[in-house]
T-cell receptor, first 112, second 113 residues
Framework: KAGVTQTPRYLIKTRGQQVTLSCSPI?????VSWYQQTPGQGLQFLFE???????NKGNFPGRFSGRQFSNSRSEMNVSTLELGDSALYLC???????????FGPGTRLTVL | KQEVTQIPAALSVPEGENLVLNCSFT??????LQWFRQDPGKGLTSLLL?????REQTSGRLNASLDKSSGRSTLYIAASQPGDSATYLC????????????FGKGTKLTVNP
């Protein structure tokens, strides 16, 4: 069974640009969550999607948004990039609530 | 508000040693607790998931215990190997069966050959 995949693996952008990251969950998993990981703040929850609906949202500004498609694949978008958005963005999938979560390899975003 | 603490922040041991990593959480009303490992620059690998009704879970050389009433979990690694070197993270849902996980800062383990 294929694991969670994320594309691209690495991105370099400049301030003010926008970026879209993609996540394909494990086949059969309906929940996709996104996390930001930085050395200073650790892992922080961004949002979670289930059956194309945002079910949970973390404390991030509106520049961070996401969506989920009917095949459970998810994308997150960050607009008007800031230097502080440089981070490892991780996607996790699970079958449903209270189930084991599986993480992808992450997308390393660098904002210059 | 759920908070997760992991002690110690870093640990260095010689190969072959048995070791224990600690995780504590402030709100004991959890559905489960999950342990992960993370290699530098990589994603998280799920190691063990303990449901709230369980007291322990084992996978190979790993054994995780959960004491909800005291808000603690431990990850026991037997006969450590250099390949076990990584950061170990524990995580719990923020509330009920939420998919929103709260993570500890992790314990960075180094196993020296």
């Amino acid at each position: 069974k294929a694991g969670v995949t994320q594309t691209p693996r690495y991105l370099i952008k400049t301030r003010g640009q926008q970026v879209t990251l993609s996540c394909s969950p494990i086949s059969g998993h309906r929940s996709v969550s996104w996390y930001q990981q930085t050395p200073g703040q650790g892992l922080q929850f961004l949002f979670e999607y289930f059956s194309e609906t945002q079910r949970n949202k973390g404390n991030f500004p509106g520049r961070f948004s996401g969506r989920q498609f009917s095949n459970s694949r998810s994308e997150m978008n960050v607009s008007t990039l800031e230097l502080g958005d440089s981070a490892l963005y991780l996607c996790a999938s699970s079958f449903d609530r209270a189930n084991e979560q599986f993480f992808g390899p992450g997308t390393r975003l660098t904002v210059l | 508000k759920q908070e997760v603490t992991q002690i110690p922040a870093a640990l260095s041991v010689p190969e072959g040693e048995n070791l224990v990593l600690n995780c504590s959480f402030t709100d004991s009303a959890i559905y489960n607790l999950q342990w992960f490992r993370q290699d530098p620059g990589k994603g998280l690998t799920s190691l063990l998931l303990i449901q709230s009704s369980q007291r322990e879970q084992t996978s190979g050389r790993l054994n995780a215990s959960l004491d909800k009433s005291s808000g603690r979990s431990t990850l026991y690694i037997a006969a450590s190997q250099p390949g076990d070197s990584a950061t170990y993270l524990c995580a719990v849902p923020t509330q009920g069966g939420s998919e929103k996980l709260v993570f500890g800062k992790g314990t960075k383990l180094t196993v020296n050959p």
